[in-house]
């Protein structure tokens, strides 16, 4: 049936899979993309939203490589937003509300009119491996399929088991089976599993719901869009969302179901996302709270379905429904589907390279969930690099690997494998410590050459992206070599209250005190006619606000990841042996046996490893 042998073979089709598919196929690999059903291509399993807080960094950085993450949330949103625009562009985080149906429709398309990728519905059951290079997969229905390079991105689909109240029943997602076998092979190849959880609130009729008694959130006025590419526009029309809130009753209903919720009866042993807490968790842990915030989204432009953001619950469904009904314009709410947790089996992935390969089994990658993260966009990052990372293996080509001063997704990653996780891993700005060069508006300057040098992005990114950095850098130029004069400038500072001028001076002065904005500037003439002569568009203009006024700050950051990046390049050999380093603290000497971090830099992350214990490092390699 498969006559060929795949060089990269993709499993399971969430958000990871389809990116790792979608990238290998892209560079020129020969790809397969197996999961148990082709209609749930990229389903938004959880909520109908892409980006937020650094998750939106990460969809920019994605798109910037030519991945499709960004293309098809702007071409299915129904409202974007621009999150912490009050505080400065490091911070600014892009999020839109997603018509969930259309969303994975697009996906599919995408990946239907990509070349070299092929697909297959069925279960894969078990890998195959000899002499530790994996070799293929194995079907649940007996057939083998020969790959140079197998993708894992099981999602919570591995020994998924459901829990609503005391009711538990298998399966990934809700109406979708557990898939079975593979865990049990690389338990016996080797690797080290463990269990975790997460959840989903019930889906409601938005027709019975009274929008009157909420608070509604609309979009940004002027929407910008994740895509640097030209393939997408921005939204003309949106969708609002609306917020409500619980109440002491409502905690008081919740509380009775307590002794029948698997959070609190055993059943459920495994740690859920911190940052993302079922509601009977935060009434639990924060009892103290009189209410606590429900974001009402619509699951598309045309759907009356609605996901409820904050009410996150395993709770027997009465106990739901008595509860929601408690809340202001939720009175008459009916169910479409009620609220679930589910537990699946993951690897912790201090057992990965930072290529995303298993340092058991060559060829062999894991991305998403499997790794212990939560959020689609994690996982969309892990599977683009997987996907990168298996073609080039098999091409016998250098790796990859974005550093920390470089992305949020080597961030992300090197996060994973030098640290692990034991609970649900979710990105924050707080993680990258050079978040003023990893800004959602400069990805495509950070990351669109490195992808274009593999054979990922194309031509006409990369020209769109050098005419972007050419015309900013242009216009950063001109407003240091053009002076104004106090007539022109002091009007602008009246009205900002800010101090005002005597004499004449360079633009980049001015411009660069906090209170004063590109478009107070833009009102200056030699200014609005330089933008006009030069044909600068939105993004040009900002980007050139940004250099001006954060100039010193993004220096400063540069010249701190260049010291780091000294460490980065001290290699430590894969077979080193530390226990000859005496030195070493015990713990330090255990660690890095087990993680054998890549680099001197990389080992200095690790937990237990000491700036003493990084000297003695240092010392033996001669430096």
Known sequence: MFQEKYDVIVVGAGHAGSEAAAAAANMGSKTLLVTMNLQTIAQMSCNPAMGGIAKGQIVREIDAMGGYSGIVSDKTAIQFKMLNKSKGPAMWSPRVQSDRMRFAETWRLMLESTPNLDFYQEMISGIIVEDGIIKGVRTSLGLTIEGKSVVLTNGTFLNGLIHIGEKQFGGGRAGEKASTGITKDLIDLGFEAGRMKTGTPPRVDGRSLDFSKMIEQPGDEIPEKFSYSDKTTTLKNQRSCHMSYTSLDVHDILREGFNRSP?????????????????????????????????????????????????????????????????????????????????????????????????????????????????????????????????????????????????????????????????????????????????????????????????????????????????????????????????????????????????????????????????????????????????????????????????????????????????????????????????????????????????????????????????????????
Not at 581 to 589: N, Q
């Open 263 to 623: 959070m609190f009866n055993g059943s459920i042993q495994s740690l859920g996302p911190r940052y993302c807490p079922s509601i009977e968790d935060k009434i639990n842990r924060f009892a103290d709270k009189d209410r606590h915030q429900l974001f009402v989204e619509p699951e598309g432009w045309d759907t009356v379905e609605y996901y409820i953001n904050g009410f996150s619950t395993s709770l027997p469904e009465d106990i739901q429904f008595k509860a929601l009904r408690k809340v202001a314009g939720f009175e008459n709410v009916k169910f479409f589907r009620p609220g679930y947790a589910i537990e699946y089996d993951y690897f912790p992935p201090t057992q990965l390279k930072h290529t995303l390969e298993t340092k058991l089994v060559s060829g062999l990658y894991f991305a998403g969930q499997i790794n212990g993260t939560t959020g689609y966009e994690e996982a969309a990052s892990q599977g683009l690099m997987a996907g990168i990372n298996a073609h080039l293996k098999v091409r016998e080509m250098e790796p990859f690997i974005l550093q920390r001063n470089e992305a949020y997704i080597g961030v992300l990653i090197d996060d994973l494998i030098t640290k692990g996780t034991e609970e649900p891993y979710r990105m924050f700005t707080s993680r990258a410590e050079y978040r003023t060069l990893l800004r959602q508006d400069n990805a495509d300057f950070r990351l669109t050459p490195k992808s274009f040098e593999i054979g990922l992005a194309g031509e006409e990114r990369m020209r769109k992206m050098e005419e972007k950095k050419r015309k900013s850098s242009a216009f950063v130029q001109f407003f240091k070599d053009t002076s104004v004069a106090p007539e022109e400038m002091n009007p602008i500072f009246q009205a900002r209250e800010s101090a005002l001028v005597q004499q004449s001076d360079k633009m980049f002065k001015f411009f660069s005190r906090p209170e004063i904005t590109m478009e107070d500037m833009r009102g200056i003439g030699s200014v609005a006619k330089y933008i006009s002569e030069n044909d600068l568009d939105d993004e040009m203009i900002q980007q050139t606000e940004i250099q001006v006024k954060y100039s010193g700050y993004i220096a400063k950051e540069r010249n701190n990841a260049d010291k780091l990046n000294r460490l980065e390049g001290l290699k430590i050999p894969a077979s080193f042996d530390y226990s000859k380093l005496k030195s070493l603290s015990y713990e330090a000497r255990e660690k890095l046996s087990k993680i054998k971090p890549a680099t001197v830099s990389q080992a200095s992350r690790i937990s237990g490893v000491s700036p003493n214990d990084v000297s003695v490092l240092l010392v033996y390699m001669g430096r």
